[in-house]
């Protein structure tokens, strides 16, 4: 059993493989937060709170005239307002009196193998071989009658705690719930570093990592979306915390609308957590036996710093969040129609751009916006699914046909949370909107947003999106959303129900897409809101893979897709090959640079192959080639991030080495070159220091020299193999004569003869 409760301390212990979390019971019957870091065996760590009498710090009636115990000062597990507790709150309740006071104490709890039960919400999946048990804990409002159920489950094996909050109303009145977080750590210290991951759209999840100080900094969204601006995974660290050691803690919501994390640092330099639904725009009335359950957490502890943060996150991300086959099989390598055509193109000219396409390995052909209804720009159409006929003169199903022959697939975007007024589905159903009574609407991108609060949206939606699925032969849906929500009020809502719709919106959404994909298991599904608005576990329960960003320019996706990787596995990020000058930075970066960088992801192409040479169009293939001969290393290899693109050296560098350890692949890209500048070199690491290593680099020049069949080569003054410590302590260096933006790979693989060299 990895959860241990001690009737003689009142404790309970959960302990993963390497880390150990303690809370108590106090005598009052309060939840006190014990302990989280390392695995450790002492069943009661209590001795770590402390009583004194503290100045305008309340006591709680039971303590009587002891001026030592105030909830002000103790770290609790959830905590609630209007009971002495000033720090930031884990809930707040109206209860059927008007008073706005839950004070949680201890009423029971239950410790069984497994996981907890969620209701329409994603999470962390138990796959067989997992050691999983869960202990629930009831903190009951005697008053009002309301229960918070603290529900924690234990994946010993992958390292992590998932927990969630789930409230019963067991009084007799209705109790309006106006906030519910779903995790509160209280640390008895705060000398920490807030990590948290911000951007706008066309340049998501930029890592900052700020100081804790006093007061509250928070992140997150009243979007609808998890959205571009902040993400909702977040990490506390030491504040001498790295790649390579410090204490971190991880905090991943699976949740993709609006969210909130705040850090406290209070008068006695202790600090509070919460992550959950974001407070504002959010009011759950319950009546009597009403229930709500709030999403899911995952925690997870390290004390080797963030690379092996973000391995525990990888791996239960690769393994246990989504049950989708393209999970365990090869995804396809695909050619996306939107930067090679925008809404310019009929059946011929995408046929054309297959062929092509075909000759550079691309496996996949995906039909972006524009295939539809009368849309030949952004301002109309959305909702008007029929396939337009004139630009696809044989249908659908004739084109999927034709591009099936030419050997590939076919994949298609569609944006079904949307309308445009000017639509025919708008026309008929303008009460399907999200739309206030009385007030003009406000639009983002022409359109407006379909209330997926409603059954009958949700039933059209999937009625439509089966309909597609089954008129031809579609193997990939790029599931996108193109605008925050705002004007959130349903027609079907009670008055004092509307407080319920920006939730209500996700559950609908998950609703959908747990019976889409279920229903199409042989499809792949791409998430996207304009790039990277919706990058979230949530979604990923959902979506193997999400465009990490509108913005496909080479390095600025470095910068986007290394603070990405903090929290997400590479397979999880779409990222495309586009043409220079680039979209959206008007930079020209080689094509192997934009191809090194969009392997370190689902790998695919976002150009027209018709409007390149025949060179360009060759290295592509070789580059395909490429991608394909690492892919599982890249996709089921551990990350490390080598340089940061934010740092001083004048060059970004990542490596995948596989879980054996035998093999790795880096990634070099020159970001900033000055002539005549000090020689660079890449150190490695998370390799076998004794063993010995063939290294080999593969560059553009090499390519060229070697005319694009082998450009394998010796790196320069290498003579031999080298041991995986010199790798990693002295490194290799890179070649001097790369110009600014120019990239090189390095393969290396364990010696043949390697016991001999040791
Ligand atoms: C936003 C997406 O992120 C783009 O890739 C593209 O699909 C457009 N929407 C199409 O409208």
């Given amino acids: 059993m990895s959860i241990i409760f001690s009737e003689k301390f009142r404790t309970f212990s ?68 209007g009971a002495g507790d000033f720090r930031i709150s884990s809930i707040e309740v109206e209860n059927s009196d008007g008073s706005r006071v839950f004070e949680g104490k201890y009423a029971g709890h239950r410790i069984y193998k497994g996981k907890y039960k969620q209701h329409g919400l994603p999470g962390i999946r138990v796959n067989e071989n997992d050691c999983v048990d869960t202990v629930e804990i009831d903190l009951k409002d005697e008053v009002s009658g309301l229960k918070a159920v603290l529900c924690y489950t234990v994946f010993e094996n992958l390292d992590i705690i998932t927990r969630k909050v789930h409230i019963v109303n067991e009084g007799s009145g209705t109790v309006r719930l106006n906030k519910i977080m779903s995790v509160t750590m209280d640390y008895i210290d705060s000398d920490y570093d807030f990590i948290h991951f911000d951007g706008r759209h066309a340049m998501e999840r930029e890592m900052h990592r700020d100081s804790v100080h006093y007061g509250q900094q928070s992140v997150g969204s009243l979007r609808g979306t998890s959205s571009h601006q902040h993400n909702p995974f977040v990490v506390l660290c030491s504040r001498d915390a790295g790649e390579a050691a410090g204490s971190c803690y991880g905090f991943s919501f699976v949740y993709s609308g609006n969210f909130q994390c705040v850090v406290q640092k209070d008068q006695y330099d202790q600090l509070r957590l919460v992550m959950g639904i974001h407070p504002e725009c959010f009011a759950w009335p319950l009546n009597k036996g009403d229930v709500f359950d709030a999403p899911e957490v995952v925690m997870a502890y390290t004390n080797q710093g963030f690379t092996e943060l973000s391995h525990i996150y990888h791996d239960v991300f690769r393994t246990n969040l989504n049950d989708s086959i393209y999970m365990k099989q090869k995804r396809p390598v695909l050619i996306n129609s939107w930067e090679a055509a925008y809404f310019d193109f009929n059946h011929e000219t995408l046929v054309k751009m297959a062929k092509n396409a075909a000759c550079m390995g691309v496996d996949l052909f995906v039909l972006d916006d524009g295939w539809f209804g009368e849309r030949n720009d952004d301002t109309c159409a959305l909702g008007d699914w029929e396939v ?83 008129s031809a032969n579609i193997k990939y849906v790029k599931w996108d959303m193109n605008r925050s929500i705002s004007d959130a009020w349903s027609g079907l809502l009670d008055k004092s129900d ?43 329960y959902y979506h193997p893979q999400i465009w990490c960003s509108d913005n496909t320019d080479a390095i600025n996706r470095l910068k986007i897709q290394y603070g990405t990787s903090f929290g997400y596995p590479v397979s999880s990020m779409g990222a495309h090959v586009s043409v220079c000058p680039n979209h959206q930075t008007g930079r020209t970066t080689p094509l192997q640079t934009r191809a090194v960088t969009a392997m370190s992801g689902t790998f695919g192409y976002e150009l027209d192959p018709g409007k390149m040479t025949a060179e360009e169009k060759e ?15 890249i996709f089921n290899g551990d990350y490390y991030r080598l340089e940061s693109p934010y740092g001083d050296k004048g060059f970004a560098a990542w490596a995948y080495i596989s879980k054996d350890k035998e093999e790795g692949l880096a990634s070099v890209v020159i970001t900033d070159k000055e002539p005549n500048d000090a020689q660079r070199y890449l150190k490695f690491r998370g390799l076998k220091a004794d063993a010995f290593y063939e290294v080999d680099g593969l560059t553009d020049a090499h390519c060229e020299a070697d005319g694009l069949t082998d450009a394998h080569c010796k790196v320069n003054g290498l003579t031999g193999a080298v041991s995986g410590r010199a790798l990693m302590c002295a490194g290799i260096p890179i070649d001097n004569t790369l110009k600014e933006y120019e990239s090189v790979q390095f393969h290396i693989r364990l010696h043949k003869n390697n016991e001999e060299e040791i």
């Fill in 498 to 540: 509307q407080g319920k719709v920006m939730h209500r919106y996700v559950l609908g959404l998950y609703e959908i897409l747990d019976r889409l994909v279920h229903e199409h298991p042989d499809v792949l599904f791409e998430g996207c809101s304009g790039g990277g608005g919706r990058f979230d576990a949530g979604m990923l």
């Fill in 388 to 470: 337009n006929t004139e630009k696809l003169s044989k249908g659908l199903k004739g084109l999927v046909d034709e591009i099936n022959e030419i050997g590939l697939d076919f994949g298609i975007w569609i944006e079904p949370e949307m309308v445009s007024e000017n639509s025919r589905l708008y026309l008929s159903h303008p009460e399907w909107a999200l739309k206030i009574p009385k007030r003009p609407v406000t639009r983002g991108r022409y359109q407006l947003v379909l209330d997926l609060s409603r059954k009958d949206v949700r039933e059209y939606i999937v009625t439509f999106v089966n309909q597609i699925l089954d």
């Fill in 14 to 81: 959960l302990h993963t493989n390497r880390s150990t979390y303690q809370m108590k019971i106090s005598d009052m019957g309060y939840l006190f937060h014990v302990y989280y870091g390392e695995r450790i065996k002492d069943e009661d760590l209590s001795y770590l709170i402390t009583y004194y009498d503290r100045g305008f710090s309340p006591n709680p009636n039971q303590a009587g005239n002891d001026r030592t115990i105030s909830l002000d000062v103790m770290p609790q597990e959830f905590s609630g307002t």
């Fill in 619 to 633: 290295q592509c293939r070789y580059m395909t080639e490429q991608f394909k001969k690492y892919n599982d290393l």
